[in-house]
């Protein structure tokens, strides 16, 4: 089993910048594409962006500009650098982590709020 923890949210005026941080542990033995997802009020969850085991990214058309993903491979860790922040990323954010062979998991998410 794989757990992920996510850190990092809070609450931010717009313009401003979070860095959020997802640790994976557990029975891992290679982790394939990890991506961070959101689930704002009243929507359906939805991606944000994604980042593959090489590095190759993408992103979302609304946050393209404005985020940036990575990840440290030895630390099992990916990161979500978010920039220009805007009351409409205000969300939960969830980790999202595939092994390949096994399956995905979710984070148990994390609080943005944007907001003067």
């Known amino acids: 089993q794989v757990q992920l923890v996510e850190s990092g949210g809070g609450l931010v005026q717009p313009g401003g910048s979070l860095r959020l941080s997802c640790a994976a542990s557990?029975?891992?033995?290679?982790?394939?594409?990890m991506g961070w997802y959101r689930q704002a009020p009243g929507k359906q969850r939805e991606l944000v962006a994604t980042i593959a085991s090489g590095g190759s990214t993408n992103y979302a058309d609304s946050v393209k500009s404005r985020f940036s993903i990575s990840r440290d491979n030895a630390m099992n860790t990916v990161y979500l650098q978010m920039n220009s922040l805007k009351p409409e990323d205000t969300a939960v954010y969830y980790c999202?982590?595939?092994?390949?062979?096994?399956?995905?998991?979710w984070g148990q998410g994390t609080q943005v709020s944007v907001s003067s």
């Open positions: 557990g029975s891992i033995f290679s982790i394939g594409a």
């Open positions: 999202r982590a595939v092994i390949p062979g096994v399956g995905g998991y």
